[in-house]
Nanobody
Framework: QVQLVESGGGLVQAGGSLRLSCAAS????????MGWYRQAPGKQRELVAG???????KYAESVKGRFTIFIDNAKNTVHLQMNSLKPEDTAVYYC???????????WGQGTQVTVSS
C-alpha cells in the first residue's frame, strides 16, 4: 500500500504562482510514469504534466512555458511549479504515480487550485 499526500493548492490571482507537492510514503526512485492531472467542473480529467524517472517531461499545450514538473527523490516528492496562472487553470489537481504491476497505480487526494481574474 502506498499513500500520496498532496499539498500546495489555494486561491491566487491571475499571474500568480503556486507550487503543488505530492509526497509518497515510499521511494519514487525509478517510478514510471509520474504525472499531474486536473479536473475542472463539468470537464474530463486531463494530463497537465508528466515526467519519467530519467527526467523526460511532457506538458499539455495549454501550460507549456508556465508549468514545470520536477522530482525530489530525497523527499519522495513530485512537484508542479505553476507560474503565470490563468483563471482557466482553476481545477482540482491530482498527482498520479505508477508503482508497477505489483504495487499498482495510485492517485493523490486532490488539491483545489482557484485562480481569480
Amino acid at each position: 500500500q502506498v499513500q500520496l499526500v498532496e499539498s500546495g493548492g489555494g486561491l491566487v490571482q491571475a499571474g500568480g504562482s503556486l507550487r503543488l507537492s505530492c509526497a509518497a510514503s515510499r521511494s519514487i526512485f525509478s517510478i514510471n510514469p509520474m504525472g499531474w492531472y486536473r479536473q475542472a467542473p463539468g470537464k474530463q480529467r486531463e494530463l497537465v504534466a508528466g515526467i519519467t524517472s530519467g527526467g523526460t517531461t511532457k506538458y499539455a499545450e495549454s501550460v507549456k512555458g508556465r508549468f514545470t514538473i520536477f522530482i525530489d527523490n530525497a523527499k519522495n516528492t513530485v512537484h508542479l511549479q505553476m507560474n503565470s496562472l490563468k483563471p482557466e487553470d482553476t481545477a482540482v489537481y491530482y498527482c498520479n504515480l505508477n508503482f508497477g504491476a505489483v504495487l499498482g497505480d495510485y492517485w493523490g487526494q486532490g488539491t483545489q487550485v482557484t485562480v481569480s481574474s
